[in-house]
T-cell receptor
Framework: AQRVTQPEKLLSVFKGAPVELKCNYS??????LFWYVQYSRQRLQLLLRHISRESIKGFTADLNKGETSFHLKKPFAQEEDSAMYYCALRLLKAGGTSYGKLTFGQGTILTVHP | DAGVIQSPRHEVTEMGQEVTLRCKPI?????LFWYRQTMMRGLELLIYFNNNVPIDDSGMPEDRFSAKMPNASFSTLKIQPSEPRDSAVYFC?????????????FGEGSRLTVL
């Protein structure tokens, strides 16, 4: 069965410092990887997905199939980045279509101090 | 569209009571998911539906939990009888097919406290 692991429950950095939220997955097939974010008093929402290969709010994430990782990075953290971050995985079928089920990690609470 | 709508937002009940959580997905979305969020386990998938049909309920903790989707615009998650360990935030989410498949749109959650 697929599994997503976020080893850090809490992560604290100072404003302007680089930040990396770790995500490892276990699945032998082709996965789709996502990062979701939940800001205080807001709904859980999609931050980015690996197939888009885009930078959102300064965050990037690269899928490393060799290391089965999808770490989220930002070179200069801002206070407004403080939130709960979830890494998630969805399975891809052989034809490229997807199963609907999304498996989430345990989440990492990021706190950016002024 | 108001997004995914969940009710109630907060529920406090006593052990043994029946709890019913409700969800209205975004119109036109083919998938509906129920997740449970706890500090210890993060977000756990309980069950999901495709076109109102339950596809995977392997995450439902035990027989005390049941979920239904009688039509495309409504779903319920029921716990009977409730226990203190069921205390958590329960999220409903919906997702479309097509290019946006994989993006889940979440409700605000129902915070359940079982005393």
């Amino acid at each position: 069965a697929q599994r997503v692991t976020q080893p850090e429950k809490l992560l604290s950095v100072f404003k302007g410092a680089p930040v990396e939220l770790k995500c490892n997955y276990s699945y032998s097939g082709s996965p789709e990887l996502f990062w979701y974010v939940q800001y205080s008093r807001q709904r859980l929402q999609l931050l980015l997905r690996h197939i888009s290969r885009e930078s959102i709010k300064g965050f990037t994430a690269d899928l490393n199939k060799g290391e089965t990782s999808f770490h989220l990075k930002k070179p200069f953290a801002q206070e407004e980045d403080s939130a709960m971050y979830y890494c998630a995985l969805r399975l891809l079928k052989a034809g490229g279509t997807s199963y609907g089920k999304l498996t989430f990690g345990q989440g990492t609470i990021l706190t950016v101090h002024p | 569209d108001a997004g995914v709508i969940q009710s109630p937002r907060h529920e406090v009940t006593e052990m043994g009571q029946e709890v019913t959580l409700r969800c209205k997905p975004i119109s036109g979305h083919d998938y509906l998911f129920w997740y449970r969020q706890t500090m210890m386990r993060g977000l756990e998938l309980l069950i999901y539906f495709n076109n109102n049909v339950p596809i995977d309920d392997s995450g439902m903790p035990e027989d005390r939990f049941s979920a239904k989707m009688p039509n495309a615009s409504f779903s319920t998650l029921k716990i009977q009888p409730s226990e203190p360990r069921d205390s958590a935030v329960y999220f409903c989410a919906s997702s479309p097919l097509g290019p946006s498949a994989g993006e889940l749109f979440f409700g605000e959650g129902s915070r359940l406290t079982v005393l």
